[in-house]
């Protein structure tokens, strides 16, 4: 098989099976490559790759490490958490276990440099030795001599070294204002959906056929190709639900070529998971029992809170919709008593009106609008938080999820209304899940 991704300096079967890990990446892994250049030469003093996740910036810059065994260290950024730990684990990969002692504590970059230099004058690079910095964004939030310093690390430490940046977000918004070395900028685009068909067929079972597995990742792409595009999800997705599937092949009621009853029998499995294809949060294992408890449940009317557990929303949401709640089943007079820390004295028979015999639960959620729904939240909220784009996003997102409805025209930009679409067993499950006691705050339960 003729090598797809080529570049003289390397062995040609380590070519050929560096081009059979990448499938619809043959192009940037070439560039990439030609970019590296041969073992012993100088490369550019760094290559800043950027795409969005899963386009496989990290398995190409891996495989291509890996597979030439060039000399690498390989460091996510997110684990970091000073970039004292950046320093130790670049050491650790170039010059063994023990070069990090050589480091002071706190180090800064110049203590890292200097150490480099030492090691490497011990120890000098014979072929390029290259630093993978993935999830580079976060370098932003350090320091604000590192980015610049390790763009131009080569020159600092004077050895064949390069920088190689892995990351979600352009450079234009990444350029430190102070200005640096600028990197050689490679792009991943999204793969399309054939090219995910490709990639995800080569997960095939071994007990059954190349076949059989294509139709089922078709007909799993056919259906979450629409709302998720990340292959690491996707492959997620095709080996939780491959085994169902294969059920019917099972009990040899089907057979593989009768793709038909196959999709008629994955499909409605598949529309579920769906529902909590962004939601979820849980290990396969975990779902999967969900799934069947629920199973189990769905015969009785019996819907226990574990059932509202693979719900998981951002953590000012869950105060979004409790405010919501709160909102739509106490009468607006009552949020003075409830909301307010000094209310002052409230005539108690004012506040309980006898003639309210009538439970709010029962009546349903009212509507009510955005700015009374914003005044509870910043209530029951303890920090402070700023009324930005982000909670207006997540109202909205709230109303996506149909938690809440949004109620009245269209038109009535100036005013929404909304009314809370979420039963008490639900809400109290959320708010559990952030230690606030919702009961405390209803007047129904006063
Ligand atoms: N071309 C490909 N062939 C096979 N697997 C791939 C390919 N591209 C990505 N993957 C897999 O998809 C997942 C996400 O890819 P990754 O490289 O981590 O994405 P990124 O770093 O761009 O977010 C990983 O499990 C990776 O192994
Ligand atoms: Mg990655």
Known sequence: ??????????????????????????TQASTLLALLGEPGHYSYPSIFIYGHRASGKSHVTESILQELELPHAIVSCVECVSAGLLFEQTLVA?????????????????????????????????????????????????????????????????????????????WDKFRPNTGCLEPLLLHFPDY????????????????????????????????????????RELKHLAALNFSKFCEPLEREEVKESETHKLW???????????????????????????????????????????????????????????????????????????????HGKIKKTNFLKKHEKTSNHLLGPKPFPLDRLLAIFYSVVDSRVAPTASIFSQISSLVTLQLLTQVGHDDQLDAPKYKCAVALDFIQAVSRTVSFD?????????
């Open 264 to 342: 008629r029998n994955i499909e409605p499995h598949l529309k579920k998971a769906m529902q909590t294809v962004y939601l979820r949060e849980v290990s396969s294992v975990q779902w999967e029992q969900q799934q069947q408890q629920m199973e189990d449940r769905e015969a009785g009317t019996l819907k226990g809170l574990s059932a509202y557990a693979h719900v998981e929303l951002p953590y000012y949401s869950k105060f979004l919709l409790i405010a919501a709640y709160l909102a739509s089943f106490n009468p607006a007079r009552t949020d003075r008593r409830f909301f307010l820390k000094h």
């Open 192 to 231: 399309s959906k054939a090219e995910l068909q490709e990639i995800l067929v080569r997960d095939y079972h071994p007990a059954y056929s190349p076949d059989l597995y294509g139709s089922f990742v078709s007909i799993l792409l056919g259906v979450f190709y629409s709302v998720c595009r990340d292959l």
């Open 1 to 26: 098989m003729p090598a797809l991704v080529e570049q003289p300096g390397y062995a040609h079967e380590r070519l050929c099976a560096l081009t059979e890990r990448v499938p619809c990446r043959e």
């Open 94 to 170: 170039f010059f063994g276990p023990e070069a990090p002692s050589l480091l002071p504590r706190s180090s800064s970059l110049s203590d890292f440099v200097r150490i480099y230099k030492q090691l490497c004058a011990q120890t000098p690079a014979c072929q390029t030795r290259y630093i993978v910095l993935d999830r580079a964004e976060r370098l932003r939030d350090m320091e604000a001599n590192l980015l610049p310093g390790l763009l131009r690390l080569q020159e600092l430490v004077d050895d064949n070294v390069t920088v190689i940046l892995l990351t979600e977000i352009v």
């Open 438 to 446: 919702i009961v405390k705050y209803l007047y129904d339960f006063l």
